[in-house]
């Protein structure tokens, strides 16, 4: 059964950090690009942050250029996102996304990933 499974989320300060992993089992994850998104109440899940299958290319969003950095270790089938300098505007839940292929502008659109995780709760606030 092909499965992402997102943790390392949390309670952070601003200012703070904080990675995500992003752990995939059931498949092979090198031959997918994986995209992180979040979705804040009442808002529309929106892409921030996206790998190529190689890593051998990222996206990242305005809002978190800069402060956001995504890998990835094959060896392991993970990918992670590292968070620094978080805002309470990053506050949402985090979803971890695969994709067959690399969608380069794109990157950002939903309907591109074919599979989903369930999601780790980042919470940034004093």
């Known amino acids: 059964q092909l499965q992402l499974v997102e943790s390392g989320g949390g309670l952070v300060q601003p200012g703070g950090s904080l990675r995500l992993s992003c752990a995939a089992s059931?498949?092979?994850?090198?031959?997918?690009?994986i995209g992180w998104f979040r979705q804040a109440p009442g808002k529309e899940r929106e892409g921030v942050s996206c790998i190529t299958g190689s890593g051998g290319s990222t996206n990242y969003a305005d809002s978190v250029k800069g402060r956001f950095t995504i890998s990835r270790d094959n060896a392991k089938n993970t990918v992670y996102l590292q968070m620094n300098s978080l805002k309470p505007e990053d506050t949402a839940v985090y979803y971890c996304?695969?994709?067959?292929?690399?969608?380069?502008?794109?990157?950002?659109?939903?309907?591109?990933?074919?599979?989903w995780g369930q999601g780790t709760q980042v919470t940034v606030s004093s």
């Open positions: 059931g498949f092979t994850l090198n031959r997918y690009s």
């Open positions: 996304a695969a994709a067959e292929g690399w969608f380069g502008a794109i990157w950002y659109l939903k309907r591109i990933y074919n599979y």
